[in-house]
């Protein structure tokens, strides 16, 4: 797996994640309306992940 690679599951990875939240939300999983504290905190690591995939994807086709 290249470098490259890894940085698109990466950001598949994240969006997956951040469409999951929204999806959850819409289920109405949680108390509170709108985005909760934990939702917060798991949207702010999925947007980590996003970034590393980010950050991977310029360092080309060099095995991971």
Same mark, same amino acid.
């Given at each position: 797996?290249?470098?490259?690679?890894?940085?698109?599951?990466?950001?598949? /990875?994240?969006?997956?994640?951040?469409?999951? %939240?929204? @999806?959850?939300? +819409? #289920?109405?999983? *949680?108390?509170?309306?709108?985005?909760?504290?934990?939702?917060?905190?798991? /949207?702010?690591?999925?947007?980590?992940?996003? %970034?590393? @995939?980010?950050? +991977? #994807?310029?360092? *080309?086709?060099?095995?991971?």
């Amino acid at each position: 797996m290249t470098k490259k690679q890894l940085g698109h599951s990466f950001i598949f /990875l994240g969006i997956f994640l951040i469409l999951a %939240l929204f @999806g959850i939300d +819409l #289920l109405g999983a *949680g108390k509170f309306q709108g985005i909760g504290p934990a939702q917060k905190l798991a /949207l702010t690591g999925a947007g980590a992940i996003i %970034l590393v @995939g980010l950050s +991977l #994807l310029p360092r *080309g086709d060099r095995p991971a």
